[in-house]
């Protein structure tokens, strides 16, 4: 996998200062060749490794870093993004802010899931899983119905799964036009009140023009606020061009992955990711119709990388790359600057970002975590909060020159923070004390710390 062919090549890279053009090729090569194997397709596969490419020459490494970990990191960090993360947040969960009732169409080929899909996301909607911007919104009244009218079995098989699963089913059937379906559909949904009506629709073996129309005109025909394109894992390569033909006949919502309980490497999402540039939403884990998890961008870029010690890797790189900006604050007082409650915020808001402050502060010079975990007193993530509450009620102005801190802004700081003025004052020494610290190390101790962080 992905892991163990890049654990390889960060190996031979041991020693070498920075990422070049040679020294990333072989490492790239790797990449191309995981990717492959993943079953992610070929042009998928150019493109992403391209953008590696481009981002690693970009990368200013520190003589500290080993450049084939630096690579790691732009890999992991390329392949989350790709997986939707640089969508933001909420790019993974199902709108349903429409005039009741909000319509969920169904696409994609013969055999891929949606009419076990369509039961599923009737569970889940109707139990109240849906999540909007964090949130869960409640039960939902739901509706299914089949415009598959193609295959009687298809609409015996929703009416089943939609008993499964306790939500309403609208029957019709196989002489019907899937158009007077749909309106027949809506309009029910309408008059019962039902919050989503979600709509089944036939597949192909294989995509055709005809079946193409017919989904375009029900989705004109219903105006759906999600259209999900429901596709199979197991496809690999071939994901691409029903992707390709879906998302150019429709006006495409999201992504839904099914089966990814069989052997399917992952590489299918990477591949309909990229050719749709929707979100995928949602992942089908099992037959059974509690089977259906939202998408994870990061887990999936996992997946793909193969799973476990890639996190190590790249937590291996992260600390490398903490170490990196320790060295700027480092190179900062090297070079004379002053460091201020304004660096200071900085560097307080970077350890927030990452979490874990225990682990963090092992990374930063001696001097400066010890200088640290005093300010925080133990109580680690609430003095935390509380030392960033201080430093933000004061002003840039006042951040960058402490000594204007007098009694009446000290009593509008501890005001504007929620705490008392001896606790800014507190800060403010220990802060004094730090600045100290930095300018010994200015002096005397900064060879021997940078040796430290190299090593
Ligand atoms: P449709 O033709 O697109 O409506 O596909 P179906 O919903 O009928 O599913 C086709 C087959 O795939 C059925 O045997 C389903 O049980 C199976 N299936 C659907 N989703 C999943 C899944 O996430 N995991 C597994 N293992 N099987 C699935
Ligand atoms: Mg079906």
């Known amino acids: ?36 194997e993943a ?78 899909t369509t039961g599923k996301l009737a569970k889940w909607l109707s139990e109240g899983g849906h999540i909007q911007h964090g949130r869960k919104t409640g039960k939902k009244k739901v509706l299914v119905v089949s415009a598959d009218v193609y295959r009687p079995a298809a609409i015996e098989q929703l009416k089943t799964v ?36 979600i709509v089944d629709t036939a597949g192909r073996l294989g995509i055709d023009e005809e079946m193409m129309r017919e989904i375009r005109a029900l989705y004109d025909l219903l105006n759906p606020i999600e259209t999900l394109f429901v596709v199979d894992a197991m496809q690999g390569q071939d994901a691409v061009n029903v992707a390709k033909a879906f998302a150019d006949a429709l006006p495409l919502t999201g992504v839904v992955l099914t089966k990814l309980d069989g052997d399917a490497r992952g590489g ?49 790189a992260q600390r490398n790359i903490d170490i990196a900006d320790a060295q700027k604050i480092t190179d900062k007082i090297k070079a004379g600057d002053k460091f201020d409650l304004n660096d200071f915020r900085d560097q307080l808001q970077q350890v927030k ?69 001896q606790e800014v004052n507190r800060l403010l020494n220990q802060f004094e004390q730090m600045q100290g610290m930095m300018k010994q190390m200015k002096k005397g101790g900064m060879a021997k710390m940078m040796r430290g962080l190299g090593g």
């Not at 899937?178 to 008059?191: E, G, V």
């Not at 010890?370 to 680690?380: I, K």
């Open 162 to 197: 939609a008993a499964q699963v306790g939500v309403e089913f609208l029957p019709s059937d196989p002489s019907q036009k899937p158009a007077d379906i749909a309106r027949h559909a809506l309009d029910h949904a309408k008059r019962h009140h039902f919050d989503v009506l």
């Open 1 to 36: 996998n992905l892991t163990q062919r890049m654990s390889r090549v960060v190996k031979t890279m041991r020693g070498q200062a920075r990422l070049t053009e040679s020294n990333t090729q072989d490492m790239l090569r790797e990449v191309r060749l995981a990717l492959l």
């Open 268 to 316: 299918a999402a990477l591949s309909v990711r990229h050719v749709t540039g929707k979100p995928l939403k949602f992942v089908g884990v099992s037959e059974k119709l509690d089977g259906l998890e939202p998408f994870h961008p990061e887990r999936m870029a996992q997946r793909v990388l193969g799973m476990g010690d890639i996190v190590s890797l790249v937590e291996q």
């Open 353 to 421: 970002k990452l979490g874990d402050m225990g682990s963090l502060l092992e990374k930063l010079p001696a001097q400066f975590s010890q200088a640290a975990s005093q300010l925080q007193g133990g109580q680690a993530e609430q003095q935390l909060r509380r030392t960033e509450g201080i430093l933000n009620s004061m002003t840039p102005a006042e951040r960058a020159k402490p000594e204007l801190l007098k009694a009446s802004r000290k009593r509008r700081i501890a005001a504007g923070s929620g705490v008392s003025v």
């Open 39 to 116: 079953d992610v397709a070929l042009p998928v596969v150019r493109d992403f490794v391209a953008r590696v490419k481009e981002k690693a020459l970009g990368v200013e490494v520190a003589d500290s870093l080993n450049p084939g970990q630096a690579l790691v990191g732009v890999v992991h960090q390329e392949l989350t993004n790709l997986m939707g993360a640089d969508l933001g947040d909420n790019a993974s969960e199902l709108s349903l802010a429409a005039q009741p009732p909000a319509v969920i169409l169904m696409a994609g080929l013969q055999g891929a899931g949606k009419t076990t």
